[in-house]
C-alpha cells in the first residue's frame, strides 16, 4: 500500500513515519513517498528517516520526488501537511495582524485567514490532481486551517478528503486520565469546527462523567484546559473547551501577550527550524538525535503566550507527545482493513449539525471503515456554541469564495465578518498589509 506525504520535508513528517513503523498487521503501508518543493528539506527528513527505520525490520522503503505527479500516481492514500509560504510566511501573517491590533495566530482569526486565501488554491490544484492521478486514493488532509482547506478539497474529492487534528485527541485524552478513565474506554461528545470545538460529555460504560469534572475544582483545574480558562468559566459553559477557543474567549489578553513577545510563534519556530534544517547540511549530523531535540523544544513552548496570560505554567509531560500521527494511522487501519472504530474527524456535515447545509466541513465523532468517515448524531448545539460556529463558518465560506473568484471585495468581506476583526476599515487594511507580503495573493484583483 503506498502513502504519498505531501510536505514531505515538513518537520512533523518523522512523527507519522514513526506510527508506520509500529503497523506490523496485514494491508500496512509498504511504500512511504515524501513530495516537497525543497530538496534540500526532503534530504533532511529523509535521513531522519532512515535513522528511525535502521533498527527495524521490513520498514517501509522511502523515496522522495519534487514532481507531484510522480508522487500521487498510483497512491492509496495521501496524507497533505504542507504549509505554503513557509514559516516565514506564518511571521508575516502574525506580524500584519499584531500592527492592527488583532491576533495572527495560523489558523485563527485574521492570520487564520490570510493562510487559508493563499492555502485554498494550492489545495485545490493538489485535489484536482489527486481525482485525474489517484481517484481511488483515500486524501487524509492535516495542512492548516484544517477544516477549511478540507472542505475546499471535498468540492473535488467528495467524502474521499477526511481533515484530522490532534487537538480534540488531546483534550478528550485528558480529561479520560484526571477522571481516572482509559481514553480507549471513554465516548467523547465532541462537535463543532476544526479549532473551534467543545466536549460536551466524557461517557464511561454508559454513563457521562463529565458532570463530575465540572462539580469538582480541584479535579478541574489540576489539567491543562483547566489551567488555561479557569475553572470558573469551564463551569459556567458547562462544557471544556478546545484550547484554541482561548483565543476568542480571553482575546484581548492574548492579543497583548503577543504583541509583547519577544518573538511570535511562528518566527520562533522558523528560526528554529532553520537551525535544523542548516545542522542536517553536515552529513555527519546525527539527524534522528538533532530532530528529537528541536521536536521537544517545539513542543513545550506550544501556546506558551496563552498559558502565561492564563497562569497555566508549564505543559505536563503527558502533553507533550502530539497525537495527530496516532490519528492518521487509526485512520489509515480503518479504511484500508475495514476495522471499524469511532475517530474525531473532519468531514462534511450532511445532517448532523441542523445550523449548518449539508457540505460544511465540521469536526465531531465519526464512525469509520471500508467506506470512509460518516459523522455520529449529535444534540444541538448551544446557542453561544451556535453563534460562533455560524459566523465562523460564514467566514469560511467567503474565502473559499474568494480565492475561487479572486475577488478582493470578498476577502475584505472575509476578515471583516470575522468576530475577532472588529472593524471594516482594519479588514481593508489586513487585505492591503498581506497582499504586499505575499506574493501567494496576487491573484486576488
Known amino acids: 500500500m503506498k502513502l504519498t506525504i505531501l510536505g514531505g520535508g515538513g518537520f512533523r513528517v518523522p512523527l507519522v513515519y514513526g506510527a508506520l513503523l509500529t503497523d506490523r498487521g ?5 511504500e512511504v513517498v515524501l513530495h516537497d518543493l525543497d530538496d534540500g528539506r526532503l534530504r533532511a527528513i529523509a535521513r531522519v528517516l532512515a535513522e528511525q527505520a535502521s533498527n527495524v525490520a521490513d520498514a517501509p522503503p522511502v523515496t522522495a520526488t519534487t514532481d507531484l505527479d510522480e508522487a500521487l500516481r498510483g497512491a492509496d492514500f495521501v496524507f497533505s501537511a504542507i504549509r505554503v509560504g513557509g514559516l516565514e510566511g506564518r511571521a508575516q501573517d502574525e506580524r500584519v495582524a499584531l500592527a492592527e491590533g488583532v491576533l495572527g495566530q495560523e489558523t485563527v482569526g485574521a492570520g487564520g485567514i490570510a493562510y487559508g486565501l493563499r492555502t485554498v488554491p494550492v489545495a485545490v490544484d493538489i485535489a484536482r490532481r489527486v481525482a485525474r492521478l489517484a481517484p481511488d486514493a483515500w486524501v487524509i488532509n492535516f495542512t492548516n486551517p484544517a477544516g477549511l482547506v478540507t472542505e475546499a478539497m471535498s468540492r473535488h474529492l467528495g467524502d474521499r478528503v477526511i481533515g484530522i487534528c490532534d487537538s480534540p485527541v488531546g483534550l478528550g485524552r485528558r480529561i479520560a486520565r484526571v477522571l481516572g478513565a482509559s481514553p480507549e474506554e471513554a465516548w467523547i461528545d465532541y462537535v463543532g469546527l476544526n479549532h473551534l470545538g467543545w466536549v460536551r460529555g466524557l461517557h464511561i460504560a454508559g454513563r457521562d462523567e463529565l ?16 489551567k488555561l480558562f479557569g475553572t470558573d468559566w469551564l463551569r459556567s459553559l458547562g462544557a471544556i473547551p478546545n484550547e484554541y477557543l482561548h483565543y476568542y ?14 518573538k511570535t510563534r511562528g518566527a520562533f519556530l522558523r528560526d528554529q527550524q532553520a537551525h535544523f534544517y542548516e545542522e542536517m547540511r553536515d552529513p555527519d549530523a546525527p539527524a534522528l538525535a538533532a530532530w528529537d531535540r528541536t521536536r521537544a523544544e517545539r513542543e513545550a513552548t506550544y501556546m506558551s503566550e496563552n498559558r502565561e496570560t492564563a497562569g497555566a505554567g508549564e505543559r505536563d509531560a503527558d502533553d507533550l507527545s502530539g497525537g495527530y500521527e496516532k490519528v492518521a494511522l487509526a485512520l489509515m487501519r480503518a479504511i484500508a482493513r475495514d476495522e471499524r472504530t469511532t475517530l474525531i474527524l473532519n468531514v462534511r456535515n450532511v445532517n448532523t449539525l441542523s445550523v449548518l447545509d449539508r457540505d460544511a466541513v465540521i469536526e465531531v465523532p ?9 459523522p455520529v448524531a449529535v444534540d444541538p448545539l448551544p446557542g453561544h456554541a451556535t453563534g460562533l460556529v455560524c459566523a465562523v463558518k460564514a467566514v469560511e465560506r467567503e474565502v473559499l469564495a474568494a480565492a475561487e473568484s479572486g475577488s478582493r471585495t470578498r476577502a475584505v468581506k472575509a476578515f471583516a465578518l470575522h468576530p475577532l476583526v472588529d472593524s471594516v476599515n482594519v479588514a481593508r487594511r489586513l487585505v492591503e498589509g498581506y497582499t504586499a507580503v505575499h506574493p501567494g495573493l496576487a491573484y486576488l484583483g
Open 26 to 30: 496485514e494491508g500496512r503501508v509498504t
Open 211 to 226: 458532570p463530575r469534572l465540572l462539580a469538582d475544582p480541584d479535579l478541574l483545574g489540576s489539567f491543562e484546559e483547566g
Open 249 to 262: 474567549y480571553f482575546n484581548r489578553e492574548t492579543v497583548r501577550a503577543y504583541q509583547q513577545a519577544d
Open 366 to 374: 465519526c464512525l469509520v471503515g471500508a467506506n470512509g468517515a460518516h
